[in-house]
């Protein structure tokens, strides 16, 4: 979610630059309060795996729009990743890699092997299984069964998203809260999207927006998580004062002439160097936490014993665990 909220926050410079340009054009369709478009592309996305062993690419669908309501400028910026499993399969292949340090017992994950997301704002939801490997007081291996929950929100000064919910079968508690721990929440104010926004920009264009983020008065509106087929999307919509737009307007207007809103954006479109949202995907799904207890990996460790037994016995001071990824 983190590469999500920097992603948007990039594609938020370039939009409220082609805004202001384009309220001449449409003057008429703006007051009255008419959604209109404003840049939409497919972006070829650039990333590596998780463990940095392999390049990788993806397909990238944006697009945006804003509108006039109550002396603001509603933007909204849609974000689409098709395909979203196999890409998140392909970032968490990179062969084993240690993610927990318990002392007694290490957790390693191997890949993801299936995988299934559902939505219901404000909810993320993705359950499957995970090839992962528990190694020292207890040692197996096996497609583990794994529910992640992430739930999105939004003050008109923050953005944010928390795992509220993590469980994978088979594995101690305490290794998957050492998990969880790690990743509670990642928070964005509005201060952070807006330096994001201004480095999407070129040197001229970043120092008008810096000179004018205040009067602006960015506002986050809403933050919506959905799914459209096999794709995650999320749409943001912000909102910027009226007055501090037609300022900022005015100032390009004057600075470049020569150029039309259509030149301008297609100049500070993201391009693959920008969009470096796979750079930590983990954070979709690097969120695997139990409550189930040990299981069948620990049923046939002693006879006769109840699995409580067991975990009691041989979890028996586990309860210094850190994340290492």
């Known amino acids: 979610m983190r590469r999500l909220f920097r992603l948007i926050s990039r594609l938020l410079g370039i939009v409220i630059i082609v805004v202001v340009l384009a309220i001449a054009g449409v003057a008429g369709a703006y007051y009255s309060g008419t959604r209109l478009p404003i840049v939409s592309d497919i972006t070829r996305v650039p990333y590596q795996n998780w463990t940095q062993t392999r390049d990788l690419a993806a397909d990238l669908t944006y697009d945006s729009s804003f509108q006039r309501k109550e002396g603001r400028l509603f933007i909204t910026v849609d974000l689409a990743l098709p395909e979203t499993v196999q890409r998140l399969r392909d970032y968490l292949d990179g062969g084993r890699r240690q993610v927990v340090d318990c002392g007694q017992i290490d957790l390693f994950l191997h890949g993801l092997q299936s995988a299934a997301l559902s939505v219901d704002k404000p909810m993320i939801r993705m359950s499957g299984n995970i090839d992962m490997e528990l190694q020292g007081l207890i040692n197996a291996r096996d497609d583990w069964p794994v529910s992640a929950l992430v739930r ?5 000064e923050t953005l944010w998203a928390e795992m509220v919910d993590l469980e994978i079968a088979n594995v101690p508690k305490p290794i998957s809260d050492a998990v969880l721990a790690d990743l509670s929440r990642t928070t964005y104010t509005r201060e952070q999207v807006l330096d994001l926004a201004s480095d999407s920009l070129s040197a001229n264009l970043r120092t008008l927006l810096q000179n004018n983020r ?3 008065d960015l ?3 809403d933050i919506t998580p959905r799914k459209q087929g096999e794709a995650l999307e999320i749409d943001a919509t912000f909102s910027i004062d009226e007055q501090a737009a037609f300022g900022i307007a005015r100032e390009v207007i ?3 002439a020569a150029h039309s809103a259509q030149t301008l954006a297609r100049l500070v479109s993201p391009n693959e160097a920008q969009a ?6 983990k954070e979709l799904t690097d969120q695997i936490d139990p409550e189930q207890g040990i299981g069948e990996v620990l049923q046939g ?3 006769g014993k109840s699995p409580e ?3 009691q016995q041989t979890l028996a001071g586990l309860n210094d665990c850190k994340a290492v990824f």
């Open 152 to 156: 999105t929100g939004h003050t008109r």
């Open 214 to 216: 205040d009067a602006l």
């Open 219 to 221: 506002a986050f509106e």
């Open 254 to 256: 004057f600075a470049r």
């Open 276 to 281: 470096q949202l796979f750079d930590t995907l």
């Open 301 to 303: 460790i002693q006879e």
């Open 309 to 311: 037994e067991i975990l």
